[in-house]
């Protein structure tokens, strides 16, 4: 993967980008998306924020070998802090972390959101908690993307700030538009699912130490929602 040739997962977070958006791409890493972004001309000026020393001098070096250091500013800092309002920031992606990590961002960094940008969260795992993030800060998911590469399914969820919206327990545990959808991806992974929830609860059951209860109901749950949904 490079610039010129996003991963699958990448092209998908940048098929959801509004055309001409003013991108934050949060843990940036080497850059890749906001210069394969700008190459195509499809959005306006990025800032790509990278915490760590080696990904930072990796984007800053991306930047410059594509001539687009007018276009594109490299920040070192963590998460949020590289947005500055003279930015103007439409749009953020953050994307390869975990669901808890990216919550955590958002949290933190509450206060240099607008409300008026575009989110497009690519969590690996987690996708719960930052559901639920979504939900208390008003954000609407208008989009819910499944696909497996290399093995692995990944998540996008798009969402806007658009006053109170509520989502039921299962709906923030599925995500709402994906159970809507049902796509063979999407049974594909709550199949899979439901046996390591099953493989978990037999784990329990042999155990030599007790589970603590509220662990063990947690899991059932999981594994009863599951069922349900693939009847």
């Known amino acids: 993967m490079n ?5 699958m997962r990448l092209e998908r977070v940048a098929a959801h980008m ?5 991108l934050a791409d949060i843990g940036s890493d ?22 760590a020393q080696t990904p930072f ?21 963590n998460g949020l802090a590289a947005i500055e309002a003279a930015d103007e920031i439409t749009a953020i992606s953050i994307c390869g972390m975990g669901g808890e990590t990216i919550r955590d961002i958002l949290e933190s960094g509450k206060a240099r959101l607008s409300g008026r940008e575009r989110l497009i969260l690519q969590p690996n795992g987690g996708e719960q908690p930052l559901r639920q993030w979504l939900m208390e800060n008003n954000y609407r998911i208008l989009c819910e993307e499944l696909l497996r590469e290399n093995g692995f399914y990944y ?55 007790a589970v603590p209860e509220d662990k063990v109901q947690e899991i059932d749950q999981q594994a009863r929602w599951i069922t349900r949904l693939l009847a």
């Open 155 to 209: 998540e996008i969820i798009v969402a806007e700030r658009a006053g109170p919206v509520l989502y039921t327990a299962e709906e923030l545990y599925f995500g709402p538009l994906q159970m809507q959808a049902r796509s063979p991806v999407f049974l594909g992974k709550w199949q899979r699912m439901l046996l390591e929830k099953q493989k978990v609860l037999a784990s329990f059951a042999r155990a030599r130490q």
């Open 30 to 51: 080497h850059g890749y998306l906001p210069v394969a972004l700008m190459r195509r001309g499809a959005i306006a000026a990025a800032v790509a924020g990278e915490v």
């Open 18 to 22: 509004p055309a001409g958006a003013r």
């Open 57 to 77: 001098h990796a984007a800053v070096r991306t930047v410059r070998d594509n001539g687009l250091e007018q276009q594109i500013t490299v920040r070192q800092a």
């Open 3 to 7: 610039e010129h040739t996003l991963s």
